[in-house]
């Protein structure tokens, strides 16, 4: 009886101190921190990183996200080209990049490791997959000796876990087939995470039950691997600490996590609505794209218009087609294809409609590096038509910020009948943060400049006559009296009819650009987004590298460096003040992710010798590239 008492309150002074180990545990807080996954394309890393991200903006985090794929549909498994990654970082703060340098790492595989490695923090913590450094899986990643074996690791914590042998024993008794269980394994890390940084499983759970509420079985497998990874952080004694990220105070608003191609989606939505248009999107799936047209596909309850055409031009012209007839026209795809739109894109031009054209930016030329960012089609969105043929250019500066630039895009459209470019990129397009999304009673109406057929009643309707802005107006076909004519060649001022004479053609063409110049008047001045209006170093901006501007800034600041930061959403026409701006700094510097496509426009426009900082890696800026470049020219 005395060893039966003895073995019982052996076992409560256990369970006792592991108690009291977990409540120590969670007093380990950070105010920010960064993951990356990595492992072979079928491992469903994004899968993860997204549930991750999405639980700790529902949570109350501010977040950035960089999803990573493979350039090929199907990349070798088990080779560091085929690695695909999702880093993230996340925090109390205000977080404006996915981290230079990660915190986590979870290698599936000695490639995932291999390819990540180098951006891991001294000290920081590797999450290993066994099973994924076997002999077959060293050799295809073309490493000589296992990491977990060999000292190469020891500046790091490593957490080694046979994360594929646990998730079969968890299935065991499942009816599913071998390949269907290893592909559940990624729900056992995620269930780990949870327990590691404290968030409760619930979300995912309710994903995976709409995920999967067709197939009852891989249901309640996902959903048995995942309570698995949590149970195993809480039960195994190796490790021992967990993290607790605080929500951010961020401004008050109704969040939700939003992907860039969602953003501008929804932007698109809001603009037809707003201003009492049809919705039209034509377009051909193209990485990094597709997802604006999937995202478009599921919202017909709002009178959505989505046409998956046989080829980009047959979307673009499709499109015109539909502007003509009085919807709010849009398509979108990537580099390659807007070559492909060219000359439809000049018909649009010079047809004086309202067309959205999305170009989700991609690494090229040609075929390139189709999931990998950039931003090279910089002068293509201005110049890449035959002949004098400008359009209106717009530029987004973070994934959330996609909703307004789209939204704008719109209304730049309808109200000075013309084609816009949105310039986005696979940076913005793919990746995620937390979005306070507007009530419709705050988003500015803007009404299309239809005519009515009664003021025509007596005279013949001109359709190139011009309003003080030089904006033609929209008559579609039904309005009585307002027929008139249209084509590719060029069209008579005032009547449209079409026009062989010289001095026509020159008028016509000073006459479109002169349009778009007088749109400057209808934007925002250009503001500083950080530091002063003069100074020593302004750091000029446009698209995805907005992040890395902006936190770079802010550290520079606080260093006590003469630094500020203006970022560009109007890149054609330019804002009105931008050039009295820029003579306010000795120095200019612009960070692209391109040869200094920007650089140029600025130097020929404004006469100023701008200082380029050019990327061309497939892959965003980290915030230390823009301090080291700050710092050698101040």
């Not at 470019?421 to 696979?426: E, K, N, P, R, T």
Request: hydrophobic share 35%; net charge neutral.
């Amino acid at each position: 009886m005395y060893l039966i008492s003895q073995t019982k309150y052996a076992y409560f002074g256990y369970f006792c101190t592991r108690f009291l180990a977990s409540m120590e545990a969670k007093k380990n807080e950070l105010k920010e921190i960064t993951i990356l996954f990595a492992g072979d394309s079928g491992d469903g890393m994004q899968l993860t990183g997204n549930q991750f991200a999405d639980t700790n903006a529902n949570f109350g985090n501010d977040l950035a996200t960089f999803p990573n794929y493979p350039a090929e549909i199907r990349a070798p498994i088990g080779t560091v080209a085929g690695v695909s990654g999702f880093q993230m970082k996340f925090g109390s703060t205000e977080i404006y990049t996915p981290g230079d340098e990660c915190d986590v790492l979870v290698a599936m595989n000695a490639a995932g490791l291999k390819s990540s490695l180098h951006k891991v923090k001294k000290n920081g913590i590797i999450v290993a997959n066994i099973s994924g450094f076997d002999r077959k899986n060293l050799k295809l990643a073309q490493v000589e000796t296992n990491p977990l074996e060999d000292e190469s690791l020891a500046n790091y914590t490593v957490q080694q876990i046979d994360i594929s042998k646990l998730t079969q024993e968890t299935l065991k008794d499942s009816a599913l087939g071998r390949k269907d269980i290893e592909r559940s394994k990624n729900m056992f890390v995620l269930g780990y995470l949870y327990w590691m940084f404290n968030r409760e499983m619930k979300e995912s759970i309710t994903f995976l039950n709409q995920k999967f509420s067709k197939k009852p079985e891989i249901l309640e497998a996902n959903i048995k691997v995942l309570k698995a990874g949590y149970h195993y952080g809480d039960t195994t004694e190796t490790f021992t600490t967990r993290y607790d990220v605080k929500k951010a105070e961020l401004p008050t608003g109704t969040y939700r996590s939003i992907m860039g191609n969602q953003a501008t989606a929804m932007g698109l939505i809001a603009a037809a609505k707003k201003s009492g248009l049809q919705l039209f999107y034509g377009s051909y799936p193209i990485t990094p794209a597709s997802d604006i047209l999937h995202e478009l596909a599921k919202h017909k309850n709002f009178g959505v218009k989505t046409f998956q055409a046989e080829d980009e031009i047959a979307a673009v012209t499709a499109c015109i087609g539909a502007a003509f007839g009085g919807a709010m026209a849009t398509t979108g795809s990537s580099g390659p294809g807007i070559a492909i739109k060219g000359e439809a894109l000049g018909l649009a031009v010079m047809l004086e409609i309202p067309l959205v054209v999305v170009n989700v930016q991609r690494g090229g030329p040609s075929t390139g590096l189709p999931t990998k960012t950039e931003q090279s089609d910089l002068m293509q969105a201005l110049f890449g038509r035959n002949g004098e043929a400008q359009t209106v250019v717009v530029a987004p500066r973070s994934p959330k910020d996609a909703f307004e630039a789209a939204y704008e895009a719109c209304r730049l459209a309808v109200c000075h009948m013309i084609p816009v470019m949105l310039l986005s990129d696979g940076y913005i397009a793919n990746g995620a943060e937390p979005w306070a999304f507007p009530k419709s009673s705050e988003l500015k109406p803007f009404k299309p400049k239809f005519p009515n057929p009664k003021d025509y009643e007596e005279e013949p309707y001109m359709p190139y006559k011009r309003d003080e802005n030089l904006v033609r107006e929209w008559a579609v076909p039904g309005m009585p009296g307002l027929e008139h004519r249209v084509g590719g060649i060029e069209k008579e001022d005032l009547t449209g009819n079409i026009s062989y004479d010289p001095d026509n053609h020159q008028h016509m063409v000073k006459t479109r650009a002169a349009k778009i110049d007088r749109i400057a008047n209808d934007i925002p001045l250009q503001e500083i987004d950080q530091g002063q209006s003069t100074g020593k170093v302004l750091v000029l901006g446009w698209g995805s590298p907005y992040g890395a501007i902006k936190s770079a800034t802010k550290i520079l600041l606080e260093e006590g460096y003469e630094v500020s930061h203006a970022q560009l959403r109007y890149l054609n026409p330019f804002p009105k003040n931008l050039g009295e701006i820029l003579n306010n700094y000795d120095k200019v510097l612009i960070p692209e992710i391109n040869d200094g496509q920007l650089d140029i426009l600025i130097r020929n426009k404004y006469l100023i010798p701008s200082i380029r900082l050019c990327k061309i890696k497939g892959l965003p800026f980290t915030t230390n590239e823009i301090i080291e470049k700050v710092k050698e020219i101040y």
